[in-house]
T-cell receptor
Framework: GQQLNQSPQSMFIQEGEDVSMNCTSS?????WLWYKQDPGEGPVLLIA?????ELTSNGRLTAQFGITRKDSFLNISASIPSDVGIYFC?????????FGAGTRLTVKP | GAVVSQHPSWVICKSGTSVKIECRSL??????MFWYRQFPKQSLMLMAT?????????EQGVEKDKFLINHASLTLSTLTVTSAHPEDSSFYIC????????????FGAGSRLTVL
């Protein structure tokens, strides 16, 4: 189930602005994942993080695995209209995977 | 990379009928598949975890007799919405994991069910 605290719930930004969202948990995880869901589609993996402290980039996206293993953030730089969608974090420990409630991003041209 | 195919992508049915949705892992064996439900502008809600060869584990509040899940092979899980009613209209999404402890879930594209 969804037992991660993901914030913010929604964001309305201007094209070109940077975006930051994060997930926190009271539990530790071995893996943090960030997914994006476009309207009417299934979520697609953006970034996977496997090590505490790891900082990984994928184009304009950057994500970090918190040192405490209880949190992660995702940054999007220089946003563009196609960044619109819902972003989900997921944390995994062994066979247990939990999802955040999602951050709905709206980008105004 | 891993691909999960979900079919049908959309279905319209009459109230009282049953609808089956398939979830297939195309290039890997999925020991575990998950089924989610998503209402408009809402997050994913995990309905059940399906393990190949065993009974699905349902989340609290999800009726197992209403939402029948079968995971008979390592590449196929099905969700059957029995005696569908308009309130069952939703976006249903599956995801698959290759082996126990696999780090990444791959999602299907979703199936939109509309019950008239």
């Amino acid at each position: 189930g969804q037992q991660l605290n993901q914030s913010p719930q929604s964001m309305f930004i201007q094209e070109g602005e940077d975006v930051s969202m994060n997930c926190t948990s009271s539990s530790i995880f071995n893996t943090w994942l960030w997914y994006k869901q476009d309207p009417g589609e299934g979520p697609v993996l953006l970034i996977a993080l496997y090590k505490a402290g790891e900082l990984t980039s994928n184009g304009r996206l950057t994500a970090q695995f918190g040192i405490t293993r209880k949190d992660s953030f995702l940054n999007i730089s220089a946003s563009i209209p196609s960044d619109v969608g819902i972003y989900f974090c997921a944390g995994q420990l062994n066979n247990d995977m939990r999802f955040g409630a999602g951050t709905r991003l709206t980008v105004k041209p | 990379g891993a691909v999960v195919s979900q079919h049908p992508s959309w279905v319209i049915c009459k109230s009282g009928t049953s609808v089956k949705i398939e979830c297939r892992s195309l290039d890997f064996q999925a020991t575990t598949m998950f089924w989610y439900r998503q209402f408009p502008k809402q997050s994913l809600m995990l309905m059940a975890t399906s393990n190949e060869g065993s009974k699905a584990t349902y989340e609290q509040g999800v009726e197992k007799d209403k939402f029948l899940i079968n995971h008979a092979s390592l590449t196929l899980s099905t969700l059957t919405v029995t005696s569908a009613h308009p309130e069952d209209s939703s976006f249903y999404i599956c995801s698959a994991r290759g082996f126990p402890g696999a780090n990444v879930l791959t999602f299907g594209a979703g199936s939109r069910l509309t019950v008239l």
